[in-house]
């Protein structure tokens, strides 16, 4: 999304939020399209980046259209191990309800049945999901 809108010089509607300090690199629009035309290397990484996000947003239409709601929570999780390296979530049952596009209660009874299961341990405003991975 960032990338198209660069190159069509529209403004992104996207909005991220950063779970822990993190640095932004902001790149002038006139230097990623020189970049792009000068460099093949840069090229590939920006193609190679666009395909992996598109792949994402298919996977993730896939989990929504095929997949339980238990089935989702417990990749979230694992997705969420993947991109921090943390088993554990530091957040609110919101937070995750939010990011599945579901309510709040549906994932404090799911979490509630994975900690009975001894899958997941719980105290307030973290989730340890080491019995997940």
């Known amino acids: ?3 198209t809108c660069c190159m069509s010089e ?6 991220a939020e950063a779970t822990e ?3 932004i690199i902001a790149i002038p629009v006139q230097k990623i399209e020189q970049w792009i035309s000068n460099f093949s290397s840069w090229k590939t ?3 190679y980046s666009y395909r992996k996000r598109f792949d994402e947003l298919l996977d993730t239409i896939d989990s929504i259209a095929f997949m339980n709601m238990d ?4 990749r979230y999780l694992k997705q969420y191990y993947e991109s921090t390296g943390n088993n554990v979530f530091c957040g609110s049952h919101q937070d995750i309800a939010f990011a599945l596009n579901t309510s709040r209660e549906v994932i404090s009874r799911l979490l509630k049945i994975l900690e009975k299961n001894k899958k997941i341990t719980q105290i307030r405003g ?3 999901f080491s019995g997940l991975l």
């Open 21 to 23: 300090d993190s640095i």
């Open 45 to 47: 990484f920006v193609f």
């Open 71 to 74: 089935e989702r929570l417990i």
């Open 10 to 15: 529209m403004k992104s509607n996207i909005e």
């Open 126 to 128: 973290k989730i340890s």
């Open 1 to 3: 999304m960032a990338l």
